[in-house]
């Protein structure tokens, strides 16, 4: 190893592994047929932050995240989705994207760890000991379900076995159970993580497992369990096993614990304690050790050489990995990734990249590696099929990026981003939308204005290229204007629950002068099933302001009432005297056919001929009568000249609703009557909670 400093390192049952690996000449771990070490030259040693090694297999961590694999693969340890063994090491694609902070391995077995206590399995399962449902060998990595909500801190195998500590101090076991090894009181294998009794009263601070046997430090124990015929447990009256966790007798503080295939060793220190802080600092690896970014230490990478800044960062921007991984909650909050917590702290992540944003502007070329590492490494890697969650928390934390507001970049790095989000599945988009209903409206602005702005921009370039009727519907700026507006519909469905942003804020303006909106409504209209995945801005209401709403409105009018024109007109017969009870009785037994009709009106005893004048005094009449204070069906309030619902009345309901289809009837009819109701009234319609800023619209004073 010349004068390399190696600090981690595992052996399996015949071999040893460090940065260099040294074979046995099995079915070689390292190379067929080599008795001496052999340097890799696949991967670059120097990046290599930690390894574990199982009887005939590898594993070892990148400090850009990636995993690697070689050696022997019958039950599928390697995770590559066959068996076949290698003897160089490879990359396990399935756990690209996913941060990983410890490695461990069976016998043929192999378990990794995310900072967010996240576990993985592969490779053998007869006895259950990668905590799966099925007793077969599982060839890919699979989530181990059971320890998702547990806040896992640590892993360990043993042969067949293996287990896991959690932040509160529990300790789970799992798999082969002969020789009492998972400490249940028992011989039973386990097929799931079932945490240790004897040890519930106590914190698990470390853990190791031999062969067949276990060992748990506590808070100023030393625990033992399993098959002791090795003496590998230290308790000289258990002959042969045990499956009750039991004491070890040790005079000194225990520290750290390690265990071999049939032996063990402890690191202690006196009991009065003088020695912990230097103990732990020498045998404590760091918590994650692939790179990531932090606001704290981005702050001090300014601070130093810019090389340094430009490598780490350069690291990052490559690894989907190091970015999933970064900006983690502190404590607790970084465990357990669910539908309503994806543990990232989305605020440092803002000032993060502000802060690279500014160091950008003085630096130029760090903003050009960024972009470069964006392009080439990391939406590449988005396409990779998502085998987790975690792996979908940097569509929470790239659009912070402040590349992603230039539209110099929208072609290489925006649209293919966006791209690669609006087509995630329809359980992705479930946690995506409930991470973006928890988060602060500064965080939501940010998704909005980053893909409105995407929409916009390609809008604006196709229209003043060639118009918008020129373009082929496949080409790469509808399909860029179509994934960002599929972005926004799923932001604009959590607005609509969470209520944070307004929504005039989704607001395409001046749409109608750029695209023929009649015609884009007439296909929206006349489309049918088959054809349902057509791009027209119709699709996307929530992206219309009111002019545009207006014409679409007045397109929709138009349209039934050329299909209700039975008879072309409705007519109505009513006396200026007894005007409300006479339109009634024509409302009472018109068809929702009728009431979509052009409307013409006639009074009785004159002649005129109704060419629009009449039907616009009609509605005037109308309502003047409808909130005459005689009827008792409204109360105006002088403060605000807003008119309300009586709190007492003698009307029928339904007369009420007689109203609503005159005011529908006035829109039908394109004429603007005066209906002074308040903004409570539209939110009641539209199922929007009404507030006491409402109530002071309304009245002031009782609002106050």
Known sequence: LGFEYVWSAWCGTDECSSKSSISSNSVSVL??????????????LANIVQI??????????????????????????????TRESLIRPTTVNKLIGIPICQLAAGASHSLVLTPSGTVFGWGKNRFGQIGQNEQRDILYPSLVKLLRTQKVIRLACGEDFSVAITATGGLFTFGAGTYGQLGHGNQNNELFPKQVMELMGSVVLDVACGRCHTLAITENKLYAFGLNTSGQLGLPNVKHSTSIPLPVPIEKQPRKV??????????CSERNGDNDGDDNKAITLPSFPVKHLSLNFV????????????????????????????????????????????CINMDEAMETFLLLSDYCTAHPKVESMMVRSIEVSLIPSLRSSLIDIEFARVYLILPWCH??????????????????????????????????????VRHLNRILKVFKQVACFFIDNLVNERGWHCQNMNSLPITAIKSALDVLSHLNKVNVKVRKIPVSSFYIDDLEK?????????????????????????????ILNAVAKSILFQVNVAVEMVIAQVREYFFISVSRDNIIEDTFKHLIVATPYDLKRPLKVQFVGEDADDLGGLKKEFFMLVFQEVFNPKYGMFVEYEESRYTWFAHFNFEEPHTYEYIGILCGMTIYNNVIAALPFPLALYKKLLNEPVTLEDLKELSPTEGR
């Open 31 to 44: 190379h067929y047929g080599l008795d001496n070490m052999f340097i890799f030259r696949e991967i670059n």
């Open 52 to 81: 574990a090694c199982g009887s005939n297999h590898s594993l070892a961590l990148e400090s850009n995240g990636v995993l690697h694999a070689w050696g022997l693969n019958d039950h599928g340890q390697l995770g590559i989705g």
């Open 514 to 542: 750029k695209i023929n909106l009649r015609d884009d409504f007439l296909q929206t209209m006349n489309e049918d099933k088959q054809c349902s995945n057509r791009f027209l801005f119709c699709h996307y209401p929530f």
């Open 403 to 440: 590349i992603f507001s230039f539209s110099k970049y929208y072609r290489n790095i925006v649209v293919p981003f966006t791209l690669c989000l609006s087509d995630q599945t329809a359980t992705t988009w479930e946690f995506l939308e409930s991470w973006w209903s928890s988060l602060p």
């Open 258 to 267: 390690f265990a071999g295939a049939d032996f063990s060793f402890v690191l």
């Open 299 to 342: 702050r001090h990478l300014i601070n130093e050489e810019p090389k340094h800044l430009y490598d780490f960062v350069e690291t990052v921007m490559t690894s989907l990995c190091c970015l999933n991984g970064s900006f983690l909650q502190s404590g607790n909050d970084r465990f357990g990734v669910t539908e309503r917590h994806s």
